[in-house]
């Protein structure tokens, strides 16, 4: 009998090892034998350029400790792999929190200490429609749920979303941006055509736009951008950017329907790089727009379909300051990640 369970050990230790080995080739390297894509294609030089997708820990060379993989063996392997991600953050580049409304919950996948948690509310209660997230710049991560119409916090260290408690109802919170020196949060709510500004503790300390079409007002904000002294908006149905300062006075913006490069047909999530440089992902036209402070368009990234460099209802967007640029690929299950390799 000993010997039958020792047998079964080292069987079981040498299937895990294969696997192991098996899964340390990406689906990118195996994709087709050609060059990671760039932009612009050549002979132009290149300034962007595809590094990896990934839909699950061990795309991203998180693999299970063979402890996991047995009790996976045994009782059933839980489903890491995302289903609908719709907004990516993330801090040092180390920990990436893909929200996951098709999950119902938040990814966190931590490269350094090789680990992957799967994060619920509080008591393990399911997020139905984590939509945006955000961080502060001190290790704690933002999400807003649109069905929930609540705002939550993953603080650092902990495998949880806690309830935000704001001292006004929101009705259908979106779009998320923290403002790094004192914490204010910047709140999209969709429903009202509004941005709404909290402090830190949840108190409103302003709010400012409204349904219409004319300067500084809404038709369905979604995603929100802070650069320096600059909030941008992605004003969906307006097909525009808009441009605010901190206290949401108008700056400027920039935008208009249509279906070929510059406009913007159904524009989602917005971000920008160390140069100033406007990234807008327009879900429609599957693809990333650039443009300049002044909104002249400079390049396109990205084309409908399943390759490296593609995308299918692309959703949200984040540069992180070691300007890695992150793009939650939402039909197509995974989030791709790119580099900067010169200035535009």
């Given at each position: 009998m000993?010997r039958?369970?020792?047998?079964t050990?080292s069987?079981?230790?040498a299937?895990a090892?294969?696997?192991?080995i ?8 195996k ?6 894509p760039?932009w612009p294609?050549?002979?132009a030089?290149?300034?962007i ?8 820990p061990e795309?991203?060379?998180i ?17 890491n ?5 719709m ?11 893909v929200?996951?409304?098709g ?8 490269r ?6 799967f ?5 393990d209660?399911?997020l139905p ?5 955000a961080?502060d710049g001190?290790?704690n991560?933002?999400v807003t749920d ?6 939550f916090?993953?603080?650092k260290g ?14 259908q ?12 949060i910047?709140?999209?709510?969709t ?5 709404l500004?909290?402090?830190r503790?949840?108190k409103?300390k ?6 219409g ?7 369905y904000?979604t995603?929100?951008?802070?650069e320096?002294?600059?909030v941008l ?6 097909f525009?950017?808009?441009l ?8 400027s ?5 249509g279906?070929?490069s510059?406009h913007?047909?159904r ?12 990234y807008?992902?327009?879900a429609?036209?599957?693809n ?6 002044s909104?002249?368009f400079?390049m396109t ?8 460099g ?14 890695k640029i992150?793009?939650?690929d939402?039909h197509?299950r995974?989030v791709q ?5 010169d200035d535009?």
């Amino acid at each position: 009998m000993a010997r039958k369970i020792i047998q079964t050990i080292s069987l079981l230790t040498a299937i895990a090892v294969f696997i192991s080995i098996g899964s340390c080739t990406s689906s990118d390297e195996k994709h087709d034998g050609h060059s990671k894509p760039v932009w612009p294609s050549p002979p132009a030089t290149a300034r962007i350029a595809f590094e990896q997708s990934f839909s699950t820990p061990e795309e991203l060379g998180i693999e299970k400790g063979f402890w996991q993989w047995l009790g996976d063996f045994v009782f059933g392997a839980d489903e890491n792999h995302m289903v609908r991600p719709m907004d990516v953050v993330t801090i040092a580049d180390r920990l990436i929190f893909v929200a996951d409304p098709g999950a119902r919950g938040i990814h966190r996948f931590d490269r350094h200490d090789n680990s992957y948690q799967f994060i619920r509310g509080l008591n393990d209660i399911e997020l139905p429609s984590p939509v945006s997230l955000a961080t502060d710049g001190n290790g704690n991560v933002f999400v807003t749920d649109s069905k929930l119409a609540k705002l939550f916090v993953i603080n650092k260290g902990e495998d949880y979303a806690r309830s935000v408690n704001l001292d006004t109802t929101v009705q259908q919170p979106t779009g998320l941006a923290i403002k790094p020196d004192n914490g204010d949060i910047y709140l999209i709510d969709t429903r009202q055509h509004q941005i709404l500004i909290f402090s830190r503790s949840g108190k409103l300390k302003k709010r400012f736009g409204k349904h219409g079409v004319q300067e500084g007002e809404f038709n369905y904000p979604t995603h929100i951008w802070i650069e320096d002294d600059t909030v941008l908006v992605t004003d969906a149905l307006n097909f525009r950017t808009q441009l605010f300062d901190l206290d949401g006075d108008y700056l400027s913006s920039f935008g208009k329907a249509g279906q070929s490069s510059g406009h913007q047909s159904r524009a989602k999530g917005i971000a920008t790089d160390q140069q100033g440089h406007i990234y807008v992902v327009d879900a429609l036209l599957n693809n990333i727009q650039l443009f300049d402070r002044s909104g002249q368009f400079l390049m396109t990234i990205g084309e409908r379909g399943q390759l490296p460099g593609m995308f299918w209802l692309p959703a949200g967007i984040y540069i992180s300051p070691q300007q890695k640029i992150y793009v939650a690929d939402s039909h197509n299950r995974r989030v791709q990640i790119f580099s900067l390799i010169d200035d535009l």
